[in-house]
């Protein structure tokens, strides 16, 4: 059992999360990626961005559950709390 397979989990929640993030604001809004970001935040809705980036984590868990990588499943567990924790400061 390797202890790094948790980190590689992890990065692949942050960047699943930033995948939503970007597609969401693509989908919905014709400014720029950064331009949507500070917009949300001047509006206060970075959060419940954040928090709708953070839907494609539950695919990425199944899959690596599917592949028998549990370790990496737990990283992608451990990036979703992470980013709850910070959607509570932005």
Do not use: C, H, P, W
């Not at 990065?11 to 993030?21: A, D, H, K, P, S």
């Not at 809705?45 to 928090?51: A, W």
């Not at 539950?58 to 709390?81: D, S």
Request: aromatic fraction near 12%; charged fraction near 15%; hydrophobic fraction near 60%.
């Amino acid at each position: 059992m390797k202890k790094i397979d948790l980190l590689y989990g992890a990065l692949i929640g942050f960047f699943t999360t930033f995948i939503g993030v970007f597609i969401y604001l693509k989908l919905t809004t014709d400014l720029s990626f950064l331009d949507g970001i500070q917009t949300m935040k001047s509006q206060g809705l970075l959060g419940k961005v954040i928090t709708l980036g953070a839907i494609l984590n539950i695919i990425a868990f199944f899959t690596l559950l599917k592949f028998n990588k549990e370790l990496m499943a737990r990283g992608i567990v451990l990036a979703t709390i992470l980013l709850t924790v910070l959607t509570l400061f932005v």
